[in-house]
């Protein structure tokens, strides 16, 4: 793969911007060749992630969301490391104090920094292995350790998180075929706890479950960031979700983020054209306000990440645009809000009156 690396972003950093942020992510990018022909030559680059910038402070949850195929989850499989990113830097602050660049590192000091970041994957049906008894596929982690803990102490610490994620000790010895799909996903969840780590990437982590179930793990994992001081990046699609469980949302569009703000902020007005649309799709729960908003129907294909068109990325199904918004990219700019720290990418984003989510009145 070509190398779109510059000097500034593969140089491994010594400090935080921040001494509050646990990671910071500054133009992050992620190309996946196009290989064509009988010599798999590479005809060109799908930009997955394409110039992506965002914080995560210690002990919060950002929630990234997005249509299919935005690069979202690329960027969680970048931040753990089972992609090798294109280009950037992502600054990680270690339980030790210790400040990395994830993008940079190798060897021993990633392996040690895998047990601080781990993931939770969206399907609990094959994110587990079958083949492994629910002790082996929580523990697994701790078995490859360098200097892995005695058996009874590996059993002490699966019991405890069967426990803790409301399964019983005792499952440890079945396999998971045995279990529904929302006590998967607390196995899963169990896994990912069993290092200690500080930062979770949850990936479209209720997304597969039924509603009921869906409510049950997002309060246990709500339960457990209190209770282990845990930061979660909670990708989804879905923000009905993400108004729930998360404190800040980032909003992506074709490799790039369009929008960021509070959720307060984000769902009481949004600023950018996309953002209003996904708004227009959450459900109301008070059924006097339902017949007050129009969902938003969005015409029109997303755009190849292989071949964007010029301009804004969304401009071709914006009902606002205009013609600059087709010769000239937006940057992520700051726009007046409470917090001092909302970005959008819309030339319009301080003319546009959008509509965001209703909010529940008796």
């Given amino acids: 793969m070509a190398n779109y690396s510059t000097p500034e972003t593969v140089a491994t950093r010594t400090h935080l911007e921040n001494e509050k942020n646990l990671l910071e992510v500054r133009n992050l990018r992620m190309y996946f060749p196009i290989r064509q022909g009988l010599f798999s030559r590479v005809s060109g680059y799908v930009k997955a992630v394409d110039g ?25 499989r970048c931040i753990v490391r089972a992609y090798e990113t294109t280009g950037g830097s992502m600054i990680y602050r270690s339980a030790h ?9 190798k060897g ?53 998180l069967l426990r803790r994620v409301g399964l019983r000790p005792e499952y440890m010895l079945r396999y998971p075929h045995a279990f529904s799909g ?58 009905a979700v993400i108004r729930h469980i998360c404190d800040r949302v980032a909003v992506m569009y074709v490799g790039k983020l369009v929008e960021t703000g509070t959720i307060d902020e984000l769902y009481r007005q949004p600023k950018h054209p996309y953002t209003e649309a996904l708004l227009s799709s959450v459900p109301i729960s008070n059924p006097r306000q339902r017949g007050n908003r129009a969902s938003i129907q969005l015409t029109g294909d997303v755009a190849d990440p292989s071949n964007p068109p ?3 990325y969304f401009h071709p199904r914006c009902s606002y645009a205009q013609e600059k918004c087709a010769k000239t990219e937006p940057t992520l700019m700051p726009v007046q809000s409470d917090s001092g720290k909302r970005l959008v990418a819309c030339h319009y984003a301080d003319d546009l009156k959008l509509t965001g989510v209703i909010h529940d009145e008796a």
């Fill in 52 to 76: 992506v910038s965002f914080d995560i402070k210690r002990g919060e949850t950002l929630g990234l969301v997005g249509e299919s195929g935005c690069g979202k989850s690329t960027i969680g």
């Fill in 97 to 105: 104090g210790e400040v990395n660049d994830l993008a940079q590192i």
């Fill in 108 to 160: 021993v000091p990633l392996r040690q920094l895998r047990k601080d970041i781990r993931m939770v994957f969206q399907d609990p049906y094959s994110s587990l292995n079958p083949r492994m008894t629910v002790f082996d596929n929580i523990s697994e982690a701790l078995q490859n350790d360098d200097n892995p803990p005695s058996r009874n102490a590996l059993r002490d610490r699966v019991a405890y």
């Fill in 182 to 239: 929302g006590e998967r996903q607390r196995i899963v969840v169990a896994r990912a706890l069993v290092t200690n780590p500080r930062l979770i990437v949850a990936d479209e982590a209720v997304s597969a479950l039924d509603v009921s179930i869906r409510a049950q793990i997002l309060n246990l994992l709500e339960e457990l960031q209190a209770e282990f001081q845990l930061t979660y990046l909670f990708i989804s699609h879905d923000l």
């Fill in 310 to 312: 010029t301009g804004c």
